[in-house]
């Protein structure tokens, strides 16, 4: 797949819409005179703390390095009334209070970029404080987006419509996929998220996120001039959750890039990986399973957890360790309570920020498991192939597509922790299979 190394590859051919050109504003910020081409990047944070900054971040280093282009930040994190701006010569953001405030600040700025790369769909929040007229000064993301005349605008979309659209007909009980796009539209509006947690000051993401998510995606495919999926499996079920235009001559599917590449040839990956063994006080002979991500049942962690039941049952005589990178709250109380015999075999690590350490937890791996019940992508598969990792998934979704269709990653049903047990036998035991697959994957990622 490798990175995307110059995005107007992909955007060229495609149209732009005409926007309304905003007023001219009095600003503080003077764009600077530049010959490379600018690009502003949108997303809710700027850490690698999951998979959509992630991939915005090996994008915007691979233009930065290129030397084409000056790269700019804009950071807008869920239910905060604030937005960042990062020059691209200057350390520190300017730090605005919305979006009227950051226009009058840097509107010169604005009006320069040549390319909006979005990475979040709740640029298009019809409930955050930007779109709210109950909120200060209130600006609509078509109305922000006149402001950037030169620009080009792009939305990634890195939802997880599956996960959506099973939450939907689950918690709603309505045959969705009947609906009229009048009627769709209807639902979505009447059950989104409307109110703010009074005891959090923040919204209660867990009552009408899927609907909010899928109104505002809704939003973005009419308001950017190109559409990237990062799978044919997500912009499928996306058309069957998201109403409005799915037009072909603006949608088009870019798989994720995958950064880790860079490390694989790394003289330090080795040692690396071979202090975190010895962190970990994980013996010699003893292989490792890891698991990557959020601990949670539609990533199919308790899946995974069964199979290991499972294996320790039925192949009592093979020596491993099982690591767990995740931020779930909870998740090690929650493990110890429901799975007490695996307690000894399981090694729970904080969240791995840094990619080169990240690299290095991939490397001493015998193999990383991702029993996802559904999801557009999961980047862990390709950064576990980037250093020659084996890797097992399911049969579903975008891993079926990006990696196991392509015979670069064992997949087994969803929801099957026996079939999921069979494969991690023979993955441990027939190791000289399982790298030769991981090195076809690691050629083509």
Avoid at 421 to 430: D, F, I, P, Y
Wanted: overall charge negative; hydrophobic content about 35%.
């Amino acid at each position: 797949m490798g990175l995307l190394n110059d995005l107007e590859t992909v955007i060229a051919g495609f149209g732009r819409l005409t926007r309304p050109k905003a007023s001219p504003s009095t600003t503080s910020l003077v764009s600077v005179p530049s010959k490379k081409r600018k690009i502003m990047f949108f997303c809710e944070t700027q850490d690698n703390s999951h998979g959509v900054p992630v991939v915005m971040n090996n994008i915007a280093q691979e233009l930065r390095e290129s030397g084409a282009y000056d790269v700019y930040m804009l950071i807008n994190g869920f239910d905060k009334p604030q937005l960042a701006l990062y020059l691209p010569t200057e350390p520190r953001p300017v730090v605005v209070r919305d979006r009227e405030e950051l226009v009058r600040v840097a509107g010169n700025v604005l009006s320069d970029i040549d390319i909006l790369h979005i990475h979040s769909w709740h640029f298009a929040d019809p409930f955050v404080y930007f779109d709210d007229p109950k909120q200060h000064n209130s600006m609509p993301a078509a109305q922000f987006l006149s402001h950037f005349p030169r620009a080009k605008v792009v939305f990634t979309d890195h939802s997880n419509p599956t996960e959506d659209l099973d939450t939907i007909l689950t918690e709603h009980g309505l045959h969705y996929e009947s609906l009229s796009e009048r009627e769709r539209v209807e639902f979505l509006e009447s059950t989104r998220l409307r109110e703010r947690d009074s005891r959090f000051n923040a919204y209660r993401w867990d009552n009408g996120w899927p609907q909010t998510a899928a109104l505002c995606r809704a939003r973005m495919y009419s308001l950017a001039d190109v559409v990237t999926h990062v799978s044919r499996h997500q912009w499928d079920v996306n058309r069957e959750l998201v109403p409005g235009n799915h037009d072909e001559e603006k949608h088009v599917v870019v798989y994720n890039g995958i950064d880790l590449i860079r490390y694989s040839s790394s003289p330090r990956l080795l040692s690396l990986a071979t202090e975190i063994r010895r962190r970990y006080r994980i013996l010699d002979g003893e292989q490792v399973i890891f698991y990557s991500g959020r601990a949670t049942e539609a990533k199919g962690f308790y899946d995974l957890l069964d199979a290991l039941l499972l294996l320790q049952e039925q192949q009592p005589d093979i020596s491993y360790k099982v690591m767990i990178a995740t931020k779930t709250h909870g998740v090690v109380d929650e493990t110890s309570r429901r799975y007490p015999s695996l307690r000894e075999r399981l090694i729970f690590t904080p969240y791995i920020e840094d990619r080169e350490e990240l690299a290095a937890h991939y490397k001493l791996a015998d193999v990383l498991v991702q029993p996802t019940r559904g999801e557009c992508f999961n980047q862990a598969i390709g950064e576990a192939l980037a250093v020659g990792t084996p890797t097992i998934t399911t049969n579903f979704s975008g891993p079926k597509e990006v990696y196991v269709d392509r015979g670069i990653s064992y997949g087994v049903p969803v929801r099957d922790p026996s079939a999921l047990a069979q494969t991690l036998n023979a993955v441990l035991r027939h190791p000289e299979d399982s790298h030769e697959m991981a090195s076809r994957g690691q050629i083509y990622v």
